[in-house]
């Protein structure tokens, strides 16, 4: 691959005529860009200087001059280098260098409290980030703009998770009336109940000092919150606070055990206001929803009409279509927002609802709506419809014009410049702010760009840019076949589910590794590759092998096939499996048998939920593509077996 991008780069890279590359201590070209990077993470000041002092025809020149301000602007005891910022700004203006360089600003100026400062260079800032945007509301609440509170008033809800830096601009909305206190307790409530509950801490803070618990006592509630509700002192109700409290250790327990939260729901609810009960059910009602209780629907209807989030909605229909109650999913969509109830899956649930109650005319009416959409609800309704996934149709070449207009970018030069650095994160950076508001013949070209770079995540995801619909030769690529075919015949694979994994879980970069340290491919977790090295007998084996291509399809197709002989040989339970663990997969299962649509839609982990959705509809268009035949998504779900009840 490497070899392939120095000559395909060569020409592009290099133009400029012989003695034009200026020259200081020895560096120019590609070794002066290593050099200034690796000057700018040792800290060496001296070296980046010189380095940054150089001008050459090479597409990264900007690059030393960048790294060598944001190395000015993170030393606090040196004045912001304001004037060659903005020389800076006007030599590489509209260039994801100078959005990047703003942002650093920016964070400079909230750092050293300059918001005056802060809002005028904020003004020109494309793309903000979470922190940032905090910062440009405490800029503005700090210089008496009153109008930010209406704002953060209506953005309350979504800044649950907020950075810290919007502490200021929370506080100050609170403290202008501009939220009461009722939406402080919202906010704590539904902190409380994420995988952080150690935010709600902070937020106690922003409730009047008569109103709140005391934190020592909520953070026990949040870590033990069986022993707390067993030691209720007997007068809790009396505040408010005393029944938060209450709630909160119901909430945490529920997600260790809705029947032992139940329980003491049931010993204490007659305390508690009609409102705060609503709210105690919701919250074992979206639990027992996500620990596939049968019971789960039932607490969702002893929550009343109760203000709900997104989540909690989404798994109420969820709770309904476990059990089979078709009445039930289609009450708890049509009760959601217009704008939730619009998207692709819950059109597709309703018109199964519909279709259930005999009313197959606004069923059909419902499936037409997405039915030519290449995902997995669309699929699904297409079959419902009658017609199975068709090969999707050859998409018309580029305009020659069009395709060296790709070419010529200075951004995708620079971002292909930096990819055979193997600097990858710029590379990327530079890559997507190259192919933004760009038009679809653009990003096409810029596609099949990256495609004879052999950057094929690139040209996987800058097609799907252009168009969702169409451009599937790109979308859906087959590279090292060579390498899979053969472990996939030897396996017994299915050869569209393999490519179809493989592109969900690394879009065929070679040295790809997750946050968790899966790797290569397939992304092998270094635990899964010695677990399968062992079990097929693979003599010498260690984790540098991982990122081998070869060992590592060979591991991954391995993994895929032991899965599935442990998991009823079913697609979807072995995809789960692939990505959560076969012991997961199969707790998921029920008592009974399921639809494989259902068991799908019911996972609990939400980056599960979505694989298993997207693997199996990319299985789908690349048999559709491999075959040249119509496939069924549908026959690929199929039913799953019941579980063991020790499961």
């Known amino acids: 691959m490497k070899k392939a991008l120095v000559a395909a780069l060569t020409a592009a890279t290099f133009l400029a005529p012989a003695g034009a590359f200026a020259q200081v201590g020895g560096e120019s070209g590609d070794e002066r860009i290593v050099a200034a990077r690796e000057a700018l993470r040792k800290g060496d000041r001296d070296t980046l200087e010189r380095l940054a002092a150089v001008r050459e025809a090479h597409p990264l020149d900007a690059y030393p001059r960048y790294w060598l301000l944001i190395n000015r602007l993170a030393r606090a005891d040196e004045p912001v280098p304001v004037a060659a910022l903005q020389a800076f700004f006007s030599e590489e203006a509209g260039s994801n260098l100078a959005e990047r360089l703003r942002a650093d600003w920016l964070r400079r100026l909230a750092r050293d409290n300059d918001w005056s400062g802060f809002l005028d260079a904020y003004a020109d800032l494309r793309n903000p980030d979470a922190e940032l945007r905090c910062n440009a509301w405490s800029a503005r609440v700090l210089s008496g703009d009153r109008s930010v509170f209406a704002e953060l008033a209506r953005e309350w809800d979504t800044l649950v ?71 209720l002192p007997p007068n809790f109700a ?47 009602g979206m639990h027992a929803a996500l620990d596939r209780l049968p019971e789960a629907s039932a607490l969702y209807a002893a929550a009343g009409d109760i203000e709900t989030t997104a989540q909690q909605r989404a798994w109420r229909v969820r709770a309904a279509l476990r059990i089979g109650d078709w009445r039930a999913v289609r009450a708890a969509i049509e009760a959601m927002p217009a704008e939730e109830r619009e998207t692709a899956d819950w059109i ?115 097609a799907e840019l252009a168009n969702p619909r169409s451009n599937f030769e790109l979308r859906f690529l087959t590279p090292y076949r060579d390498l899979i075919e053969p472990q996939v015949r030897a396996q017994g694979l299915d050869l569209g589910w393999v490519y179809g994994l493989m592109r969900q879980e690394s879009r065929f970069v070679i040295p790809a590794r997750s946050s968790v340290g899966a790797q290569g491919l397939m992304q092998v977790m270094p635990a899964t590759g010695k677990w399968v090295a062992d079990r097929i007998g693979l003599a010498g084996y260690s984790q540098r092998l991982l990122t081998d291509p070869e060992t590592n399809v060979l591991l991954g197709t391995s993994y895929m096939r032991l899965i599935m002989e442990g998991l009823d040989a079913h697609p979807v339970l072995a995809s789960a499996g692939y990505n959560a663990g076969p012991g997961r997969a199969r707790r998921w299962r029920d008592a009974a048998p399921l639809e494989g649509a259902i068991y799908t839609e019911t996972i609990p982990f939400d980056e599960t939920r979505d694989y298993v959705k997207k693997v199996l509809a990319n299985a789908v268009i690349y048999s559709a593509m491999l075959e040249k035949q119509p496939q069924s998504l549908k026959a690929r779900l199929g039913t799953i077996a019941p579980g063991a009840a020790s499961e």
Not at 259 to 268: E, F, V
């Open 161 to 231: 998770d907020a950075d810290a830096a919007c502490d200021t601009p929370l506080r100050a909305a609170v403290d202008a009336g501009a939220v009461d206190e009722e939406r402080v307790w919202w906010r704590i409530r539904r902190q409380i109940d994420t995988r952080k509950p150690e935010a709600a801490l902070a937020s106690l803070s922003l409730l009047p000092a008569a109103s709140a618990p005391v934190a020592a006592d909520l953070g026990q509630a949040i870590r033990s919150p069986a022993p707390w509700l067993d030691r």
């Open 238 to 284: 009396v505040t408010r606070a005393g029944r938060e409290l209450a709630l909160a250790a119901l909430v945490r327990l529920a997600r260790e055990d809705v029947s032992a939260a139940r329980l003491r729901l049931l010993r204490i609810q007659d305390r508690l206001s009609a409102a705060e009960r609503n709210y105690a059910h919701l919250a074992l």
């Open 348 to 462: 597709y649930w309703l018109g199964r609802a519909e279709a259930a109650a005999g009313r197959r005319d606004a069923a059909e009416s419902l499936y037409v709506r997405i039915a030519a959409e290449p995902h997995f609800y669309g699929m699904l309704a297409r079959e419902e419809l009658g017609e199975a996934f068709p090969p999707p149709p050859a998409t018309a070449p580029l305009p020659r014009a069009k395709l060296e207009e790709a070419e010529r970018d200075p951004g995708l030069q620079r971002a292909l410049a930096l990819y055979r650095l193997e600097l990858r994160t710029e590379a990327l950076r530079e890559w997507v702010w190259g192919v933004r508001e760009r038009d679809e013949q653009f990003r096409l070209a810029a596609a099949h760009l990256a495609l004879r770079n052999e950057l094929y995540d690139r040209a996987i995801n800058t």
